[in-house]
């Protein structure tokens, strides 16, 4: 179980999915929030929320694809760093003709390397803080083809092996590793797409699970959970 004293690193802070994690952390758990994100405007908005609520938020501005500056990172004093939910990432629409070598690589180094990146900077912190947890935002395209995005499922199959094999790495150091993957959910990718954004995936119980996870008990770890929109009926794209 984690402690609400620990802290909660969120990537991707600043809209969609990590902004309503954060909000919803800085309401129901009041841990201490280090919040990070690219653009400055948008992350000092979602700070300011968070703290609004009582709870001590701090944020940073960084580019995670950046290794120079990841490992420049400084966290705020006093600090301590047991949860980081990895949620930053981009998506692209391109069919597989229209998709180029470059689209495979920009999709790969938002959506995989950014999460290594984050977990490699702050994995000692959060097994020093230990009981720890790692949670991956991954998709319902880590784990089927996607015929409109096929560099999107490409990062994401790449993020469920990654967070596999670091499940797999850490088991019996009391941090925990959970790859959420998501069906279609509310957020910025979904500007200009023709479906009711009521029929999405609301964020905020994207992040009930996760504060779900940081309730059990080290003897117990989800590894993988499927999140599909309840309007859609069976599992598909997204």
């Known amino acids: 179980m984690i402690s609400?004293?620990?802290?909660?690193?969120?990537?991707?802070?600043?809209?969609g999915i990590g902004s309503a994690m954060a909000q919803y952390f800085a309401k129901v758990r009041k841990n201490p929030l280090l919040l990070i994100g690219r653009n400055t405007d948008r992350l000092a908005d979602v700070a300011a929320k968070c703290r609004d609520t009582g709870c001590a938020t701090?944020?940073?501005t960084v580019d995670l694809t950046d290794e120079h500056e990841v490992n420049r990172?400084?966290?705020?004093?006093?600090?301590?760093?047991a949860v980081l939910i990895n949620n930053a990432g981009v998506y692209i629409q391109k069919n597989l003709k229209s998709t180029s070598i470059q689209d495979y690589t920009g999709q790969f180094n938002s959506n995989v390397l950014t999460a290594v990146a984050a977990t490699d900077?702050?994995?000692?912190?959060?097994?020093?803080?230990?009981?720890g947890l790692i949670v991956n935002i991954c998709?319902?395209?880590?784990?089927?083809?996607?015929?409109?995005?096929?560099?999107?499922?490409?990062?994401?199959?790449?993020?469920?092996?990654?967070?596999?094999?670091?499940?797999?790495?850490?088991?019996?150091?009391?941090?925990?590793?959970?790859?959420?993957?998501?069906?279609?959910?509310?957020s910025g990718s979904w500007?200009?797409?023709?479906?009711?954004?009521?029929?999405?995936?609301?964020?905020?119980?994207?992040?009930?699970?996760?504060d779900m996870l940081m309730n059990l008990s080290v003897r117990a770890v989800v590894e993988e959970i499927l999140i599909?929109?309840?309007?859609?009926g069976q599992s598909r794209e997204n």
């Open 4 to 15: 609400h004293e620990a802290g909660i690193i969120i990537t991707g802070a600043s809209r």
């Open 58 to 60: 701090h944020m940073i």
């Open 73 to 81: 990172l400084q966290l705020p004093k006093g600090f301590k760093p």
């Open 121 to 131: 900077r702050f994995l000692p912190l959060i097994i020093d803080n230990s009981p």
């Open 139 to 186: 998709s319902v395209a880590s784990l089927v083809g996607i015929e409109r995005s096929p560099a999107y499922a490409v990062s994401k199959h790449g993020l469920l092996g990654y967070t596999r094999s670091l499940r797999v790495t850490l088991a019996g150091q009391d941090v925990a590793v959970t790859a959420i993957n998501l069906g279609a959910t509310a």
């Open 191 to 210: 500007d200009g797409d023709d479906r009711e954004i009521e029929t999405l995936i609301d964020p905020m119980d994207v992040a009930r699970i996760a």
């Open 228 to 232: 599909s929109p309840a309007a859609f």
